[in-house]
């Protein structure tokens, strides 16, 4: 399985951004896409996930209401909008696939995603 994350860039304060995913190689019935982020100095921290179609998204309380997970199927891309972005959210940004339904705590976890994408660097200025 081949993730590649793209999309990043530098933006201002209360801009929006959108991060792309593509999802290429095996590929299995059912699996779940994470987003994470890893600031400068900090640990890698969880940001979203959804199913393989995008649905039954979750978000870290620090961006829910922002940002909001969806998958174009044609293309098998999944994508995380990011609007009203702050400074804080100035990070690298990695998609993650776990070839199951983790839930909860699991969900979370970066130790629970067996593929990672590359990273794209996310920088907001303020």
């Known amino acids: 399985v081949q993730l590649q994350a793209s999309g990043g860039g530098l933006v201002q304060t209360g801009d929006s951004l959108r991060l792309s995913c593509a999802v290429s190689?095996?590929?299995?019935?059912?699996?779940?896409v994470g987003w994470f982020r890893q600031g400068p100095g900090k640990e890698r921290e969880f940001v979203a996930a959804?199913?393989?179609?995008?649905?039954?998204?979750v978000y870290a309380d620090s961006v829910k209401g922002r940002f909001t997970v969806s998958k174009d199927n044609a293309k098998n891309t999944l994508y995380l909008q990011m609007s009203s972005l702050k400074p804080e959210d100035t990070a690298v940004y990695y998609c993650?696939?776990?070839?199951?339904?983790?839930?909860?705590?699991?969900?979370?976890?970066?130790?629970?995603?067996?593929?990672w994408g590359q990273g794209t660097q996310v920088t907001v200025s303020s």
């Open positions: 959804s199913n393989w179609s995008g649905g039954n998204p």
């Open positions: 190689g095996r590929t299995f019935r059912l699996y779940t």
């Open positions: 993650a696939l776990d070839p199951g339904l983790p839930k909860g705590y699991a969900l979370r976890q970066v130790s629970t995603y067996n593929y």
